[in-house]
């Protein structure tokens, strides 16, 4: 494509000619090449300007810039306001405007945003309409898998993953998009045909992230700006700085008086099924739902579902037993050992997450209620008080093990766990390995017992050292199960 073509709508300076053909763009002075455009982006912590002689030395010769650079005369610089933001614009141009004819339902919240997407995906390929999934879990569609890195991923993945998803047959794509993402012009020139709120408390407040709450609430509500409609979570007490300025349809989900709401909720639970059931309100259409997801947070998020079809004008009661199917890698989810006990993995890894997820778990009937857990390692010690506290009074047991513990020695992280275990009047167990505590975790359980494997989630990698080493929990259940089945 021609840099001029790639530059259609952008205000920019230049005494170059712009007539020259881009093979690729990139931001990575490492990717670059002969016949890329190299984006000098400037972030919290690098200034890609200070790369740009590096990517000229790998052949390129065409950069986008914020300010001029001395590099030699045969260099092409386009100098732009805010390289992020044309990032956005460029790459959108470059890959042709993907979302124009891809359906695109964006998903913000602080919470439930991983398990809304996962379930409209669930309905919209019920019902028809292949769809593509981006965001914490990465980026898939069918069973293609696309590595991503961030959430919400840099325009130019999330503009080339439209691409991809669209030429090979999706026609609706659902995204987690964060308040990061918004506030860093990465989902810039998408076109959202629906956006979701879910709920919003207190996150990613700090240094290089946002200065308060009311920053962060404010980035949120950006999405319900440029959705051409918004499907809105009217029990949150946030729900009306979200809307403040949409001027879209607004469809209402609630556990009261809404568009789409629920009663009846119920707790379910068998052999191979932990989760809920209720009767759903759909305008004046009501049919009965049943969620493979526990907790009444699930009811939110399914409900946030139901509204994303409804907005869309789709019935979704003609595709509701996909819901019942439906799972979230690593987001409470439910992994069938045998019929005595069940076993729970879920990303909880803060004191909030952890004490909602317990407080689910413990609505169901049980015997014990065992928590298997660690922290990060060199990070904040306050998270360590929060989880230590919360399942030394709300566990039988904590087994204190590793996650992602880099330079620290584990023993250290579960001390100092245990140490707020004990505190809280519980009792724990510390194993660094988690291969070796999931497995002996399994072996101590009992009829009537629940097991949360904690904090990993759909990671498949523990950081040790430095290096990201391969490591999945479902690898030692299936040891565990096959290692009971030769008894």
């Known amino acids: 494509?021609?840099?001029?073509?790639?530059?259609?709508?952008?205000?920019?300076?230049?005494?170059?000619?712009?007539?020259?053909?881009?093979?690729?763009?990139?931001?990575?002075?490492?990717?670059?090449?002969?016949?890329?455009?190299?984006?000098?982006?400037?972030?919290?912590?690098?200034?890609?300007?200070?790369?740009?002689?590096?990517?000229?030395e790998k052949g390129c010769r065409c950069f986008m810039v914020e300010r001029l650079l001395d590099l030699p005369s045969d260099a092409i610089q386009v100098k732009v306001a805010n390289s992020r933001a044309v990032l956005a614009v460029s790459s959108a141009n470059f890959f042709g405007h993907p979302t124009k004819e891809l359906k695109v339902i964006g998903i913000t919240g602080t919470k439930g945003k991983t398990s809304t997407a996962h379930l409209v995906k669930a309905l919209l390929d019920k019902a028809g309409i292949k769809c593509g999934i981006i965001g914490t879990v990465g980026a898939y569609y069918d069973d293609i898998e696309i590595p991503t890195?961030?959430?919400?991923?840099?325009?130019?993945?999330?503009?080339?993953?439209?691409?991809?998803?669209?030429?090979?047959?999706?026609?609706?794509?659902?995204?987690?998009?964060?308040?990061?993402?918004?506030?860093?012009?990465?989902?810039?020139?998408?076109?959202?045909?629906?956006?979701?709120?879910?709920?919003?408390?207190?996150?990613?407040?700090?240094?290089?992230?946002?200065?308060?709450?009311?920053?962060?609430?404010?980035?949120?509500?950006?999405?319900?700006?440029?959705?051409?409609?918004?499907?809105?979570?009217?029990?949150?007490?946030?729900?009306?700085?979200?809307?403040?300025?949409?001027?879209?349809p607004i469809t209402t989900y609630s556990l009261e008086k809404a568009d789409v709401t629920a009663k009846n909720v119920q707790l379910l639970k068998n052999n191979q099924f932990i989760g809920i059931s209720f009767d759903c309100v759909d305008n004046e259409n009501e049919f009965y739902t049943e969620v493979a997801l526990p907790g009444l947070f699930n009811v939110y998020n399914a409900l946030a579902a139901i509204a994303v079809l409804s907005a869309l004008n789709i019935n979704a009661s003609d595709y509701i037993d996909a819901l019942k199917e439906i799972r979230v890698r690593g987001r409470a989810e439910c992994v069938y050992v045998c019929d005595d006990f069940d076993v729970i993995i879920d990303y909880a890894h803060n004191g909030i997450s952890m004490k909602s997820m317990l407080d689910t778990l413990k609505s169901y009937p049980h015997n014990r209620i065992i928590a298997l857990y660690g922290a990060v390692g060199g990070r904040t010690q306050l998270r360590r008080k929060e989880l230590g506290l919360i399942t030394g009074k709300e566990c039988d047991l904590s087994i204190l093990t590793s996650d992602d513990p880099d330079f620290e020695d584990p023993w250290n992280i579960i001390n100092e766990i245990g140490k707020y275990v004990k505190e809280a009047g519980g009792e724990y167990i510390g194993i660094p390995d988690r291969g070796e505590a999931v497995e002996y975790a399994l072996g101590l359980l009992e009829k009537g017992d629940i097991l949360l494997l904690a904090g990993k989630g759909h990671e498949q990698y523990m950081k040790i050292n430095g290096e990201y080493v391969p490591f999945s929990e479902r690898e030692h259940i299936e040891i565990f199960k096959r290692r009971r089945a030769c008894k």
Not at 15 to 43: H, M, P, W
Request: proline share 3%; charged share 25%; net charge negative.
């Open 1 to 56: 494509m021609l840099l001029s073509d790639i530059l259609n709508g952008i205000e920019f300076e230049t005494d170059s000619d712009i007539q020259v053909n881009i093979d690729d763009i990139v931001y990575d002075s490492r990717k670059a090449t002969e016949g890329t455009l190299f984006v000098c982006l400037c972030g919290a912590r690098f200034d890609g300007h200070e790369y740009a002689l590096s990517a000229y």
């Open 149 to 248: 890195v961030n959430t919400t991923p840099e325009s130019y993945e999330l503009q080339k993953i439209f691409r991809i998803m669209l030429d090979n047959g999706c026609k609706a794509c659902v995204i987690e998009v964060s308040s990061i993402g918004l506030m860093a012009h990465r989902v810039d020139c998408v076109d959202f045909e629906v956006g979701v709120f879910t709920n919003l408390s207190p996150d990613h407040i700090g240094p290089n992230e946002h200065p308060d709450f009311e920053d962060y609430m404010y980035w949120k509500s950006v999405l319900f700006e440029i959705a051409k409609c918004a499907v809105i979570n009217i029990d949150d007490p946030a729900y009306e700085a979200m809307i403040k300025n949409c001027k879209s």
